[in-house]
């Protein structure tokens, strides 16, 4: 099992990426603060980022670590796209062999712009039905010495990386009492609540998963870690069950304070918000906390809250079918 993280990691993961992973936007939204009864509700948004999602900070910071210690090593990683995409633009940077490694349900849009990015150097490989298949062979070959595992949650440095949004939150909005974010893995939000919960303790941390792939929720409600079956979700970059030696397990227990479900039809919905209201082109895993500021769903009155918006690589086909 990995180490934990630190706060010291997170300080330098923040100068490891200066430069590379942009301080994205936090962006008042005077429509979900009233739907709500929050005092102010604020989007972060990592659908900015290069790589159209929030995974550039923790796969640079992990392959740039790598690059320090080991620059001829060949990487393997294993992603449903967004992680695989942050990774290879990484590897590029530092002139890394990679593997990406993805299950053959990944999204057409991220395995397109996956393939734009393979070279001589770069290579994406479809392995087995899903992420979870295609998290086993990526270990498997770590564990066999062909290649290092970048992990797309179960690593302290990548997930040191994903701090860095806590970073900025409480740098922008010292103010904030209430931070929304999607859970997939646990990386990011066990790495937003390592930061922000040792400046602000009292803060809340919430985090929502699509009841089609609810594994840290189950585990938060039984502890159980057991793999469970997933159904298709338009919140594909979430999807997916954990590993059981994930040290996401245990830094969620001690630093979430609370899980909730969205379903489909809600996604959908928050997809269409998002476009109408603010025009802010998400793909469904980074529109889980809108979806979740439904009334009667969580209960933010009178709260500062800040909600995370993970990325934006959705296809056009899956964008015509909730607008349709």
Same mark, same amino acid.
């Given at each position: 099992?990995?180490?934990?993280?630190?706060?010291?990691? /997170?300080?330098?993961?923040? /100068?490891?990426?200066?430069?590379?992973?942009?301080?994205?936007?936090?962006?008042?939204?005077?429509?979900?603060?009233?739907?709500?009864?929050?005092?102010?509700?604020?989007?972060?948004?990592?659908?900015?980022?290069?790589?159209?999602?929030?995974?550039?900070?923790?796969?640079?910071?992990?392959?740039?670590?790598?690059?320090?210690?080991?620059?001829?090593?060949?990487?393997?990683?294993?992603?449903?796209?967004?992680?695989?995409?942050? +990774?290879?633009?990484?590897?590029?940077?530092?002139?890394?062999?990679?593997?990406?490694?993805?299950?053959?349900?990944?999204?057409?849009?991220?395995?397109?712009?996956?393939?734009?990015?393979? +070279?001589?150097?770069?290579?994406?490989?479809?392995?087995?039905? #899903?992420?979870?298949?295609?998290?086993?062979?990526?270990?498997?070959?770590? #564990?066999?010495?062909?290649?290092?595992?970048?992990?797309?949650?179960?690593?302290?440095?990548?997930?040191?990386?994903?701090?860095?949004?806590?970073?900025?939150?409480?740098? #922008?909005?010292?103010?904030?009492?209430?931070?929304?974010?999607?859970?997939?893995?646990?990386?990011?939000?066990?790495?937003?609540?390592?930061?922000?919960?040792?400046?602000?303790?009292?803060?809340?941390?919430?985090?929502?998963?699509?009841?089609?792939?609810?594994?840290?929720?189950?585990?938060?409600?039984?502890?159980?870690?057991?793999?469970?079956?997933?159904?298709?979700?338009?919140?594909?970059? /979430?999807?997916?069950?954990?590993?059981?030696?994930?040290?996401?397990?245990?830094?969620?227990?001690?630093?979430?304070?609370?899980?909730?479900?969205?379903?489909?039809?809600?996604?959908?919905?928050?997809?269409?918000?998002?476009?109408?209201?603010?025009?802010?082109?998400?793909?469904?895993?980074?529109?889980?906390?809108?979806?979740?500021?439904?009334?009667?769903?969580?209960?933010?009155?009178?709260?500062?809250?800040?909600?995370?918006?993970?990325?934006?690589?959705?296809?056009?086909?899956?964008?015509?079918?909730?607008?349709?």
């Amino acid at each position: 099992m990995p180490r934990m993280p630190t706060l010291a990691d /997170v300080n330098a993961a923040r /100068v490891r990426l200066h430069g590379i992973a942009l301080h994205t936007p936090l962006e008042p939204n005077r429509e979900l603060a009233e739907a709500t009864g929050a005092a102010a509700v604020r989007l972060k948004r990592e659908e900015t980022q290069p790589t159209g999602a929030f995974k550039t900070r923790g796969a640079h910071n992990k392959v740039g670590i790598i690059a320090e210690e080991r620059p001829e090593a060949a990487l393997v990683t294993a992603s449903s796209g967004n992680h695989g995409i942050a +990774t290879a633009t990484a590897a590029t940077r530092h002139d890394m062999r990679l593997t990406v490694l993805v299950g053959r349900s990944v999204s057409p849009a991220k395995l397109e712009r996956l393939r734009a990015l393979e +070279t001589s150097r770069i290579t994406v490989e479809l392995t087995g039905n #899903d992420t979870d298949d295609a998290e086993i062979e990526a270990r498997r070959r770590d #564990d066999a010495g062909h290649a290092i595992y970048v992990a797309p949650y179960n690593d302290p440095d990548v997930i040191a990386g994903q701090a860095t949004v806590a970073v900025e939150i409480l740098e #922008d909005w010292p103010e904030v009492d209430t931070i929304v974010v999607p859970i997939g893995g646990g990386g990011l939000i066990s790495g937003i609540g390592l930061w922000a919960k040792a400046l602000k303790p009292g803060l809340r941390l919430i985090g929502v998963q699509p009841s089609a792939s609810p594994p840290m929720f189950a585990h938060l409600e039984t502890g159980s870690t057991d793999p469970m079956p997933i159904a298709p979700t338009l919140a594909d970059g /979430v999807a997916g069950n954990i590993e059981k030696t994930s040290i996401t397990w245990k830094l969620c227990r001690q630093l979430v304070d609370e899980v909730v479900l969205v379903e489909e039809e809600e996604i959908a919905a928050a997809m269409r918000w998002a476009i109408d209201v603010p025009h802010i082109l998400l793909e469904g895993s980074a529109v889980l906390g809108i979806a979740a500021l439904q009334p009667g769903k969580l209960d933010v009155t009178g709260r500062n809250v800040a909600v995370v918006t993970t990325g934006r690589n959705v296809s056009a086909d899956v964008v015509r079918s909730i607008l349709g």
